[in-house]
């Protein structure tokens, strides 16, 4: 089968690998749709932690089972499925607590050991695999990765009826965190970006308050801010913004060397929380069902498709900032456009 390979850092080629087949827990998926991330770009320029070269890359999936393994009874040809890329060790203090996404052998498919779904066909423990309704369009389902994350996110969120969200970042995951919040709550969403088309995203999907700047906000404090930039200048204008007695998301992946201003004494006074969140926690299967129940405004999210052969152009449009989730669709012939922007 042809797949992108990450030979090592900095580098990759369109190569023919051989087509996996199932182990007995395995199921072997045609791939119709990967999500290109910013994880994407670190795991291709060294800087995710343990990633083992030659890799496959992509861990936003969606596909359909073309094969099932001996000891897998409960899935069938023909299924439509999504890919939870995170496999953890079951054996650590973490796994052992119900904490499995902090476990020190985590491994996620196309991103440290494990190839992913930039190819043809993949192959994924059956314990990852989600089976989607037939009638769910299977391309923009690739979103349900990010969305088992933004719900991760909610699940760390102390949360009440009523309150003001202020998100950092009009990306895939901020937009995501943005269209949850009403469902969480909240009694307006204020999402703030330098990128005037991820704006026009926000307004797309439904956001009451896009803008440049915090300080054009008609509020002053917020009982809920999320960074989901990982850009420190970002970081450090919105942590002030936090109401006495509220909550600060780190969501963005900030450079693990960076640090970032904040004053104690204001965290101390106010009794701020501030609380971080990473990848999946049981919460892949709730957001399979929040994307089914039309939780997100999918289409208006996803701006271009690739080919195998334009994945080179596709990372460098991602880079760019230009076009809104683009993704792969490795059995495609023909890269497109989707939305005109
Ligand atoms: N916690 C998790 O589990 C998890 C999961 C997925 C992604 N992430 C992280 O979330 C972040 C967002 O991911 P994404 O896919 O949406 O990325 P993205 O690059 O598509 O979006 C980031 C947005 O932030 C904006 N931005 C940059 N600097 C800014 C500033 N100073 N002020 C306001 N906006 C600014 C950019 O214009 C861009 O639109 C990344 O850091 C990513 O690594 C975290
Ligand atoms: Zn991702
Ligand atoms: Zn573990």
Avoid at 256 to 271: C, I, L, Q
Avoid at 276 to 288: D, H, I, K, P
Wanted: include cysteine; proline fraction near 5%; charged fraction near 20%.
């Amino acid at each position: 089968m042809r797949a992108i390979v990450f030979d090592r850092e900095h580098e990759l080629s369109l190569t023919e690998v051989p087509t996996p087949t199932a182990g007995p827990k395995d199921v072997i998926i045609k791939v119709a749709a990967v999500g290109i991330c910013g994880t994407d770009t670190h795991v291709f320029d060294g800087e995710f932690e343990g990633t083992v070269y030659p890799l496959i890359p992509g861990h936003e999936a969606t596909g359909v089972v073309t094969e099932v393994g001996s000891d897998v009874h409960d899935l069938n040809i023909g299924d439509q499925v999504a890919i939870n890329p995170s496999t953890t060790c079951g054996e650590c203090e973490y796994c052992l607590t119900g904490r499995s996404n902090l476990c020190r052998a985590w491994n996620g498919l196309g991103v440290v050991a494990s190839d992913g779904a930039s190819a043809e066909f993949v192959s994924v423990p059956r314990a990852n695999v989600f089976v989607l309704r037939p009638d769910t369009d299977i391309h923009l389902a690739a979103l349900i990765e990010p969305l088992a994350c933004a719900i991760r996110g909610y699940d760390i969120l102390p949360r009440k009826m009523g309150e003001h969200y202020l998100i950092y970042g009009a990306g895939t995951m901020g937009l995501l965190m943005a269209q949850l919040a009403p469902r969480a709550g909240a009694a307006s969403v204020t999402i703030v970006d330098l990128n005037k088309d991820r704006l026009q995203a926000a307004r797309d999907v439904g956001v009451q308050h896009p803008l440049t700047r915090a300080d054009d906000a008609e509020r002053t404090n917020w009982d809920v801010v999320i960074d989901c930039t990982g850009v420190i200048a970002a970081i450090e204008d919105a942590l002030p913004r936090v109401k006495a007695g509220g909550t600060f998301q780190h969501f963005g992946v900030a450079p693990a060397e960076a640090h970032a201003k904040y004053s104690p004494f204001r965290v101390y006074r106010d009794e701020i929380n501030i609380v971080g969140t990473m990848a999946v926690l049981n919460s892949f299967g709730r957001a399979v069902e929040m994307f089914e129940a039309g939780a997100i405004n999918a289409a208006a999210m996803i701006s271009h498709t690739f080919t195998l052969e334009d994945y080179a152009a596709a990372l460098d449009k991602f880079r760019a900032g230009t076009g809104r989730k683009l993704q792969i669709r490795p059995n495609d012939t023909e890269s497109r456009e989707l939305l005109a922007l």
